[in-house]
C-alpha cells in the first residue's frame, strides 16, 4: 500500500465508504493523508499507522460533521477547535465546510506544527493554527459562535470549562459513541444525530448557551 496517497485511491476508497467525492476534496484529503502517515511515523500523532484506516476510522467523522453543520440556519463566524492534535475533526472538515474563520487550538508544538504545515499545503480558507491551551486564549479568541472537540475531554467537563470561550449565543458540537438527551446547567441541547462509522453508530449533539432556536 502506497503511504502517498493519489488522489483517485482516496475517491475510489471513500466510494466504497458512500461518499462521493469533488476531485478537490479528494485531492485535498490525498495530500493530509499523506503528510499525515509521514509525520505519524516519527511522533505520535494518530493510533492507525495507513491511511486507508485513518480514513476509514478518523477521517468519515468529519464529513457527517460538514453534513450536519451546513444544514445550521445561523453560520458560525469564528470556530474554535479545541485540542485539535493531528488536526482532528477540523483540517478534514474545513475540506468540506468553509463557513467562518476556524481556529485549531492545540498546545502541543510539534503537533501545532504539524497542523500549521498541512494547512499551508492543502491552501485551506480563514483556518488558523493556535498553538496554546484553551485557558491561555486571548480575549479576541474568546467569543466563539462554536466550539469543536474531538476526544479532547469528557463532555460534561468540556461544557462547563468552555463557557468563557463562547459568545453569548455559543454553541458546542460534542462528538461521541454514546446517544444521550442529557445536558448541564446554562445550556439546552438543541439536537442529536446519529451517523454510522466502520459498521458502529457514532452521534453529534449540539448544545447551546441559554436556549434559543435556531
Ligand atoms: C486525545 S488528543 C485528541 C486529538 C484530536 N482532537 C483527535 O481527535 O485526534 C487531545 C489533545 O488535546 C490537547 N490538549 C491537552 N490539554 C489541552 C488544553 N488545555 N487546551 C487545548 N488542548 C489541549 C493534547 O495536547 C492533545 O493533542
Known amino acids: ?15 466504497g465508504l458512500g461518499r462521493v467525492l469533488t476531485d478537490d476534496q ?4 490525498s495530500v493530509y493523508l499523506g503528510l499525515l502517515v509521514k509525520w505519524n511515523a516519527r511522533m505520535n500523532l494518530v493510533g492507525p499507522s495507513t491511511w486507508t484506516e485513518i480514513l476509514d476510522t478518523l477521517i ?5 460533521l ?21 488536526g482532528l ?13 476556524y481556529y485549531l487550538v492545540e498546545p502541543r508544538q510539534k503537533r501545532a506544527i504539524f497542523m500549521e504545515q498541512a494547512v499551508a499545503h492543502m491552501k485551506l480558507p480563514l483556518t488558523k493554527v493556535i498553538c496554546a491551551r484553551m485557558e491561555a486564549l486571548p480575549p479576541a479568541r474568546r467569543e466563539a459562535d462554536l466550539i469543536v472537540s474531538r476526544a479532547f475531554m469528557p463532555w460534561q467537563k468540556l461544557l462547563a470549562e468552555v463557557r468563557s470561550c463562547l459568545a453569548p449565543q ?6 461521541s459513541n ?10 439546552s441541547l438543541e439536537l442529536v444525530r446519529e451517523y454510522p462509522v466502520a459498521g458502529k453508530k457514532r452521534y453529534f449533539r449540539l448544545f447551546a448557551l441559554g ?3 435556531f
Not at 460538514?66 to 492534535?85: E, F, S, V
Not at 475533526?89 to 474563520?101: A, D, M, T
Not at 454514546?178 to 445550556?187: A, F
Request: hydrophobic share 40%; glycine share 10%; aromatic share 6%.
Open 26 to 29: 479528494a485531492r485535498l484529503l
Open 178 to 187: 454514546e446517544s444521550s438527551t442529557d445536558t448541564v446547567d446554562g445550556y
Open 60 to 64: 468519515q467523522d468529519s464529513w457527517h
Open 1 to 15: 500500500m502506497n503511504s502517498h496517497p493519489e488522489a483517485r485511491e482516496v475517491a475510489l476508497r471513500a466510494q
Open 66 to 86: 460538514a453534513d450536519l453543520l451546513h444544514t445550521l440556519r445561523t453560520q458560525p463566524a469564528q470556530t474554535l477547535d479545541l485540542g485539535a492534535g493531528a
Open 170 to 175: 455559543g454553541r458546542v458540537l460534542v462528538m
Open 89 to 101: 475533526p477540523g483540517i478534514p472538515l474545513r475540506v468540506f465546510w468553509q463557513s467562518g474563520e
Open 211 to 213: 436556549g434559543h432556536d
